[in-house]
């Protein structure tokens, strides 16, 4: 049997999604705050420390969102959409990261966390964009077997 593809948004109504979505997201958000903070540590500055995390968290976020969050099997396509979904928040990352840390003073560790949830409803969007062609709301129907016309007699 072929598989369709976006056959598991179908399973997947958005409140499914979204819990899912939000523990990939704490995922994704942990290994930030601990590259950007590790980072830090070492002395790396932290616009450099965005461009790494960037790096690791990125293809991490892709495969969890597609295989867990929409149950949707991995394609380059959609790699590539949510790359440029992730990419387009990124200078906004840095210039919260920018006022927070250089303009307002804020440690690393305080900054990040704070870029993070601001970040979070745009990172939702993006990845439903990026993976799933349209917004699925709730679970498709079951299929039902097509009906046959009947014999008519004229």
Same mark, same amino acid.
């Given at each position: @049997?072929?598989?369709?593809?976006?056959?598991?948004?179908?399973?997947?109504?958005?409140?499914?999604?979204?819990?899912?979505?939000?523990?990939?997201?704490?995922?994704?958000?942990?290994?930030?705050?601990?590259?950007?903070? @590790?980072?830090?540590?070492?002395?790396?500055?932290?616009?450099?420390?965005?461009?790494?995390?960037?790096?690791?968290?990125?293809?991490?976020?892709?495969?969890?969102?597609?295989?867990?969050?929409?149950?949707?099997?991995?394609?380059?396509?959609?790699?590539?959409?949510?790359?440029?979904?992730?990419?387009?928040?990124?200078?906004?990352?840095?210039? @919260?990261?920018?006022?927070?840390?250089?303009?307002?003073?804020?440690?690393?560790?305080?900054?990040?966390?704070?870029?993070?949830?601001?970040?979070?409803?745009?990172?939702?969007?993006?990845?439903?964009?990026?993976?799933?062609?349209?917004?699925?709301?709730?679970?498709?129907?079951?299929?039902?077997?097509?009906?046959?016309?009947?014999?008519?007699?004229?």
């Amino acid at each position: @049997m072929e598989q369709t593809p976006y056959t598991g948004a179908h399973k997947r109504p958005l409140v499914e999604r979204g819990w899912r979505y939000t523990l990939v997201g704490a995922v994704c958000a942990t290994a930030h705050n601990a590259i950007m903070i @590790m980072a830090d540590q070492v002395g790396v500055h932290y616009l450099l420390g965005t461009v790494i995390s960037f790096l690791a968290v990125t293809p991490l976020g892709y495969a969890l969102h597609s295989r867990f969050t929409f149950a949707e099997p991995l394609r380059f396509k959609a790699f590539v959409r949510f790359l440029g979904g992730v990419a387009l928040a990124y200078p906004i990352s840095v210039a @919260m990261m920018i006022v927070l840390c250089s303009g307002l003073g804020l440690g690393v560790a305080i900054a990040t966390p704070i870029a993070t949830v601001a970040l979070f409803v745009w990172n939702f969007i993006a990845a439903h964009w990026a993976i799933l062609p349209r917004l699925y709301l709730r679970p498709a129907p079951a299929p039902t077997t097509p009906s046959c016309p009947g014999n008519s007699t004229q």
